[in-house]
């Protein structure tokens, strides 16, 4: 955990904190509109474009060291608190690009699905690239249900490195590195409601949970 006042040198933080006992969970609400085409029979591509809302909420817990640093400068033991606080709301608007490979024998399928996202988070100045990829072993149930089990991986850079402006008009500069969790289980099914609307839904389990709706047409 660095932070930079304009063209200053960084300073580090994270010895003031017990990082390793720190946590931060991020709750996501994406929009998306997906355009895709089956180019051969078993080659999906797609085009992806959304928006999203970011709630962030965590606490940073005090170590020794800043606890005395504290008391030193006479603020009174009673009044620190063991641990800071972190609540934000931040947008994001992202786009991406994406193909996946499926095949299938009798009525069991297999399919793997990559997608390259770039997500901005416009309160913060920051960019996040990301590769996603889905694996998924599926079964054609003979009313025309697919139903599927799989996971999921999302990998990316760890720091983020960005800015945030100040009412005074300074700049803090800020570099943050964390652990995410990298896979996750998936279950899910897709069912088509007509000759051209589809439905799917997917979940996610495990140190990160999701849910994943997707209504479509098809020309």
């Known amino acids: 955990l660095e932070v930079a006042l304009n063209d200053e040198e960084p300073v580090e933080l994270g010895g003031l904190f017990e990082l390793s006992e720190s946590t931060v969970d991020q709750n996501t609400l994406v929009t998306m509109i997906k355009a895709d085409v089956w180019l051969l029979p078993f080659l999906n591509v797609m085009a992806i474009y959304g928006s999203g ?35 934000s709301e931040l947008t994001s608007s992202m786009m991406g690009a994406g193909a996946t490979i499926a095949g299938g024998i009798g009525n069991f399928n297999i399919s793997v ?36 089990v799989g996971a999921q991986g999302q990998f990316y850079d760890p720091a983020a490195v960005g800015f945030i402006d100040l009412p005074s008009g300074d700049k803090l500069n800020y570099n943050v ?11 899910g099914l897709y069912t088509p409601l007509s000759d051209h609307w589809e439905l799917a839904v997917q979940g996610g389990f495990g140190d990160r949970r999701s849910l994943t709706v997707v209504f479509g047409y098809r020309f």
Do not use: C
Request: net charge negative; aromatic share 10%.
């Open 177 to 187: 590195g964390f652990e995410p969790t990298v896979w996750n289980y998936m279950i």
């Open 53 to 87: 809302t970011n709630t962030i909420n965590g606490n940073l817990y005090i170590n020794e060291d800043l606890i005395d640093l504290l008391i030193k400068l006479g603020v009174d033991p009673s009044e620190i608190p063991d641990r800071l606080p972190i609540e």
């Open 113 to 148: 699905n990559y997608q390259f996202m770039a997500s901005t988070l416009e309160e913060v100045n920051t960019t996040k690239i990301a590769h996603i990829i889905s694996p998924n072993i599926g079964y054609m149930t003979p009313f025309g249900m697919n139903i599927m």
